[in-house]
């Protein structure tokens, strides 16, 4: 396994996720793409409507997870393995699906959230749209 995507969304998961990441990369010697994506096109807060302040809040916040992805993959190159960590705009699921084909990934590491069964069906699930989207093995880390 040469190649590990680990889409990271920072929730109460993201833990168990990095440490099942880094036991799969020292085990197989992988090379290991930590990412953070951000859909802004959906988000309500914009860079491109609102007072000063909520576009001025909008770009810490993402300031804030370019550093948090990056202090995460620093903690596993740390640890010898090779990291490379984004912060990426675009649709979640499309994204990590795209990645993960340009770089030829063996597996995708994703957690899963607990959705009640109405936003299940009404905006479907990030994990199973990978699960379902991908070419390479993906495993669901559960809360």
Known sequence: MKTIIGPLDFSSTTQKQLDIIEQMAL????KVFLMHIENLS??????SAGP???RKRAAREISDKCHEIHKKGEVLQA???DVTSLLIEGDIAETIL???AKKDA???IVGTHRKNIVSKALLGSISEKV???SSCPVLLIKP
């Open 79 to 81: 640890k010898g393995i």
């Open 42 to 47: 959906k988000e309500p807060a914009d860079f």
């Open 106 to 108: 063996d597996m995708i």
């Open 52 to 54: 000063d302040t909520v």
């Open 98 to 100: 795209d990645h993960a």
């Open 27 to 30: 085990a197989f010697k992988s």
């Open 131 to 133: 699960l379902n989207g």
